[in-house]
């Protein structure tokens, strides 16, 4: 997995942490950051395929 910033194997690789935390533990506040750091890959995601 490479490691640059804005490249789309990154944001697949933090998509993939925050699903397994969501899964795993239901911390609320553990969910808040999980929840952004989902829309901030998301976005990288969007911003490449455009």
């Known amino acids: ?3 640059i910033i804005g490249e789309p194997n990154l944001a697949w690789g933090m998509i993939w942490v925050v699903l397994k935390s969501l899964i795993t533990q239901q911390i609320v506040f553990g969910r808040i950051i999980s929840w952004t ?3 901030c890959a998301y976005t990288m995601l969007r911003t490449v395929k455009s």
Do not use: E
């Open 1 to 3: 997995m490479s490691l």
């Open 37 to 39: 750091v989902f829309l």
